[in-house]
Structures are given as structure tokens and as C-alpha cells.
């Protein structure tokens, strides 16, 4: 989900010599192509798309999806070719990857071990605070479901907390490995003892 740690690890990762692919700012260069989406920010980008209630939001959405499903494919296409496997790689997924075709996710599984870090139950108020102060892109998949005369605000509210109990259950059944929340925002969580998790995890699980 957008805001848990994502791009935070990808960049510590990156600083310790990992090669890093945003699929942000791959998707954002596609998006750029054709639409103003200003810097192609993340932040840019979701005030392209917009909230899920105004009328640009459905169409701008499945256009995000369908250029997020060629970052992806392409992504695992070319690490599935390289001659030998890359250890140091990282894939920056979107929050909303897991919507993309399974073939695809299947794909990217294969060539890649997923890591979903989870979010902290007592931060989803946060997080939809900062969603609604500075839209991120996300992609609703329905979830949006205002009730009869329900206003906007308390719409939003409601249904974020439906999409992120949704979300979470579609993170746990395509990662390979699950870090909770304390343990992936504990300042004293270093890079190593982010792979020495991971790689234990992978292990355990054979």
C-alpha cells in the first residue's frame, strides 16, 4: 500500500549497491508519453488520476493499470533472461501490482522473491490522512462503494479501511516472505538484517 516503506527500502537497498527499478517512475514515463502529469512525481500522478469519486478516475485508472501490467512484464521478462540470476536487484512494486495479471505476477514470482511489508494497524488513519492530503495514485478495484447520500469524507473513510483489509489479504497470498511492521521500521533494522531476514525467511520456507 502506498506510504508503508516500499520506495524507503528500495532507496537503502540501492545506496548499498542493490540495482534499484522503480516501477513509479517507469510507469510515469509511459504515462508522460501522452498525458501532463507535470514531473511525474508519484505525487503528480495521483493528482492526475484523481479520487475515486470524480469522473476522470475510472478511465485514468485502468490506463495506470494497463501501463503498470507492461512494467511488470517487461520486468520479468528481461531479469528472466539475463544469463545467470542477479542477487542484487530490486524491484520497487506498486502497492497496486497485485491487481495486474496473474500470469504476469506469476512471472515476476519466478524471477524474483516478493517481500510484503506489512502495515501497522494503529498507522491506517495516518496513512488515509496522507492520501487525502497529497494523493498518491491508487487504485481502488472497486472498492469504492459510497452508501446512499454518504458523504464524500466519510465515503472515503470507510471504504479506504475496506480497501487495505483487501489489499492486505492479496500482499499475503503473492509474497514470498511477510515482514511485520515493527520489525521493517525499527530505526536499528539495517540493510543487512533486512537481507539476513529475507534470505532466512526464503530458507525456512524452503
Known sequence: MSGVGKTFWASRLAAAGFACLHCDDLIAARLRAHFD?????????????????????????????????????????????????????????????????????AAVRQVATIVYLAADPAHHQQMLQAYLARPRPVLWNGAYQPLPNEPQAAALARCYALLLAQREALYAALCHVRLDAAIHTDPAFSVDAFVRAVNASVNANG
Open 37 to 105: 502529469i507535470g514531473s511525474g512525481s508519484v505525487h503528480d500522478v495521483g493528482n492526475w488520476m484523481g479520487l475515486p469519486y470524480e469522473a476522470c478516475y475510472p478511465a485514468r485508472a485502468a490506463t495506470y493499470l494497463a501501463y503498470e501490467t507492461e512494467v511488470l512484464r517487461t520486468i520479468a521478462h528481461e531479469v528472466g533472461q539475463r544469463a545467470t540470476p542477479v542477487a542484487k536487484i530490486v524491484i520497487d512494486m506498486t502497492g497496486s501490482a497485485v491487481y495486474v495479471d496473474r500470469a504476469i505476477l
